[in-house]
């Protein structure tokens, strides 16, 4: 009887132990969106892309390229 009571109270110490534990905090919830530049085909993340008349370019230089192609 008194290995049951033992066993109980290491087991209830071990429980209480995990979960006072830190839990694992998630992976990077910021995630974003990849854009495929119009000119070279590239993707890039939406907060480096240039947009210019509802297209998407990854650069100044793709920009300026794909804008003369098109006009």
Do not use: D
């Not at 008194?2 to 290491?10: D, G, Q, S, T």
């Not at 132990?17 to 998630?26: G, I």
């Not at 119009?38 to 300026?64: M, P």
């Amino acid at each position: 009887m008194r290995a049951l009571i033992v066993l109980i109270v290491i087991g209830w110490v071990v429980w209480v132990l995990f979960k006072r534990a830190k839990p694992k905090s998630p992976p990077n919830s910021s995630v974003e969106n990849l854009l495929e530049c119009v000119h070279c085909k590239t993707y890039i993340s939406s907060k480096e892309a240039i947009l210019s008349q509802g297209r998407v370019f990854c650069s100044q230089h793709c920009l300026e390229k794909g804008q003369s192609c098109s006009s």
